[in-house]
């Protein structure tokens, strides 16, 4: 399971690879995050970040 910081950077690592600029860019970064840290991160919890990082 990745630390709340780790996660920040996996947020925002996934964001810049998939070029997201908004929330309608959300599945994408969420696809990312999951193919890459399936299993190790909460993604309720990333979903969330995710949002209030794009919105």
Known sequence: Q???KE???AI???IAKAGAASV???GK???ELK???AGQMDFAKASAAVKAKLG
Do not use: P
């Open 29 to 31: 970064v969420m696809a």
């Open 12 to 14: 925002a690592d996934a």
């Open 35 to 37: 193919a890459r840290y």
């Open 7 to 9: 996660m920040e950077k």
């Open 24 to 26: 309608k860019d959300m």
């Open 2 to 4: 990745l630390s709340d």
